[in-house]
Each structure stands twice: as C-alpha cells, then as structure tokens.
C-alpha cells in the first residue's frame, strides 16, 4: 500500500475526530492485532495462529546488494528522502521485524501470504494492472508459507482439549484425563483434513502418542460434532504441554497443535 | 488480498465466517467488513470491489508522465487535500452496500468475530483502532505509538 492519503481527504467523524488513512503508522497492522488480542484475550500469551495477507512486493526491495551512488538527480537527499518515507511504509517490513523477533517453535504458528509484483510496484489507482496481480496469485506458489500449509494449520487450531475432571497428583505428576473436542462444525473440519492429507494424522504430546485421527469413529452421528475420548496423560507441574497434531506433509514432518498450560496446582 | 484469502479459505465456505476471532486491517477494510460481517462469499467479493475500482478510477489519467504531469497532480492533491473526490467514493459505497449500513452492521448479531479498521489522527499519525468490540484488558496508552 503505498500513500493511500494522497487519494482522499481525510474523513471527519462527528463528536470523534478526523482521521486518515491508518497505513501511515502501521500499514501492516500486525503489531496492532497482536496488541490488540492482548487487550482482548489478557489471560491468552499468545495466539494459536496469526496470518497476514500482503498486498504485494516489489522483489528489488529484499535485494541484499548495495548500489553505487550515481548522481544528485537520481540519489541525491530528496530522491533518497523519498525513498526513505516509501521504505517505511512497505508491510513486508513489518512482517520480516516481527518474524525476526520470534523463536523457531513461535514461527510455526505465523504465517505470511503475499505476491511479488513483476516489475516496479504498481500506482494505487492503476486499474489496468488489476488482472495481472490476480494472476500472479495463482502463478507464485510460495514454497514456504503456500496456502495449502495456512489452511492445515487453520483447521488444526479448531481442536481444543477439555478436561472431564480435576487432575490427580501421584508419584510426583499430574494425570489429567479429558476429551478433545473441536469447535466448529466437526464434520466439515474432518472432512477437510482428509482432504489435505490422506496419511494416519495422530493426537502426541512432546512424550507420547495419544491417539488416532478417526474422523469415522469420533463424529457424533447426531450432531455432527468432533469428540475424541477419553486422553490420559501425564504433565510436570508448571510444564507447558502441548498437544501436536503431527502428519507428513510433502515428505517433510510438520507439527502443528494447541496449547495447555496450567498452573497453581 | 481477497485472491490470497480465496486460496486459503474458498475451499471451505461452510466453515469460512468461523475461522477467524480477530481481524485487523487498515485498507482492507472494506474486504474484511464484506467478507465476515455481512458474510459476502469470495467470489462476490472479488466482483464488487472489481467493479468499484474499475468505476471508481476509470477517469484516472492513463500512464502520462513527466515532471509537468507530477506537478498538476502534486498542486491538485494540495489544493483539494485528495486526488479523488471522497463523496463520489462514498455514493459508489452506499450504492453496494445500501444507504443504511453501518460499518460495523453485521447479518447476526451474535456473531463472534471480532473486527478493527486502523486510521491515524490528522494533527500527529497517532494510530486510532475503530472497532466492533470492547476488550477486558488495560491497554497500554502508549500501545501503536
């Protein structure tokens, strides 16, 4: 998005303000929605799953090469300071700080899907290349963040863990036994991932295998909804678990799941 | 934005509206707001704001370049704080979304998703966040700065 208030006015809003276009702070408004989740959700430290959709960008800006100075037309202060105020307000930035800043285990819940223009980036106004960047949506298939990977990890996190009951403290351990429901419509969830993957999907924690997968058998006949029975399990007190819903995925094994973190037991 | 979302999402309309708890943009508003408030399906979507680009800057002044060109356009944009005529913008909107709707109206008023529109004060870019919710945490007064 590149200087959209250029095109209008601001906009007044009676008994509020006036107000212009927010991508002039934060164009991409990552940081704000994870903010903002906070503010939300205070007793959540992080979410299950954060997609940003991009715009565009120009594959020039990633480049890692340094060019010379050529004259004071084409670098000189104010072509630079232009430049400079274009940098900043590209959202690919803002991703790539964010992703800087988080471990490996965090990175596997960001995911981030965007295009690359073929060419200069085009004007804000530019109708005629609209085709063009439809097109290339569908001819850029990103090997690391394609939409296929997003979707799986979207319909894991539909999964949550219920316990049935309170946990028993024995031989320096908790046993916590409960279900593993799915909130949303489980048959089309199901339904979905099997699509996806047709190899054996699993319920593990970082020590063991819980269960199976078995949309035939976990489906409520009636009602369609998702329930697994029965998982017992062991945690450490003030251990982090987590459960990971763990398959194959173009020969490279891929984990994705939900937490549970307890305390004050 | 939307054709990246119809990769991911398309393929499972029934569940779509549900995926997402939170949704936060600044530009894309307009998507966002049609696509989990009034619950348009993608393929609406993509053809209505097609169309309203396509009527809406149809009038732009094709590839002409050149520091003359720059400047009338730069003397416009000043003079009439805008390039473009934000109430022509605002008739082609009301025409699509109907003169009555709000921006936050949602089909079901029970409907969980939370949604947020990002803009910026005029006298100092402080980050604003219009939204459909209240939350149950403090938030920091210096938070977006």
């Known amino acids: 998005m590149l200087i959209f208030f250029r095109l209008f006015r601001p906009a007044q809003i009676s008994s509020v303000g006036t107000f212009q276009d927010g991508g002039l702070k934060h164009n991409n408004p990552i940081n704000l929605a994870l903010w903002e989740s906070r503010h939300i959700w205070p007793a959540v430290d992080k979410p299950d799953i954060v997609v940003s959709l991009g715009t565009g960008t120009e594959k020039d800006s990633l480049s890692l090469c340094a060019p010379s100075f050529r004259n004071v037309f084409q670098d000189g202060f104010l072509q630079r300071l232009r430049r400079f105020f274009v940098s900043s307000l590209q959202g690919q930035r803002a991703w790539t700080e964010l992703w800087n800043n988080l471990d490996d285990r965090s990175r596997e819940d960001y995911f981030r899907l965007n295009i690359f223009f073929p060419g200069e980036e085009p004007a804000m106004d530019d109708i005629n290349r609209m085709n063009e960047l439809r097109e290339c949506v569908y001819l850029q298939p990103n090997s690391e963040y394609d939409p296929q990977r997003t979707t799986f990890a979207l319909l894991v996190s539909t999964f949550f863990f219920e316990l049935n009951g309170i946990p028993v403290y024995q031989t320096g351990r908790y046993y916590c036994s409960g279900i593993i429901r799915c909130r949303l419509k489980g048959s089309v969830i199901c339904q979905a991932l099997n699509r996806i993957h047709q190899a054996t999907l699993t319920f593990m924690t970082d020590n063991e295998i819980l269960g199976y997968f078995e949309a035939s058998q976990d489906l409520c006949d009636i009602c369609s909804r998702y329930k697994k029975m029965w998982i017992l399990l062991y945690v450490i007190r003030r251990s982090l678990l987590r459960f990971s819903y763990k398959a194959s995925y173009k020969e490279r094994e891929r984990s994705v799941g939900f937490h549970i973190i307890y305390s004050g037991l | ?145």
């Open chain 2, 1 to 145: 934005m939307i054709l990246l979302l119809e990769l991911v999402l398309v393929r499972y309309p029934e569940v779509v509206f549900d995926f997402a708890d939170l949704l936060l943009c600044c530009t894309g508003g307009l998507i966002v707001l049609s696509l989990f408030l009034r619950q348009w399906g993608v393929s609406q979507c993509i053809q209505v704001f097609d169309n309203l680009s396509r009527q809406f800057f149809r009038n732009r002044e094709g590839k002409r370049t050149g520091i003359i060109h720059y400047l009338r356009r730069l003397l416009k944009c000043w003079l009439l704080d805008g390039y473009y005529d934000a109430s022509a913008l605002e008739d082609a909107l009301k025409l699509n979304f109907g003169i009555h709707q709000r921006m936050f109206d949602s089909l079901q008023p029970s409907f969980g998703t939370k949604v947020a529109v990002t803009a910026t004060k005029i006298s100092d870019a402080t980050p604003f966040v219009f939204s459909n919710y209240n939350g149950l945490g403090i938030r920091n007064p210096n938070c977006g700065e």
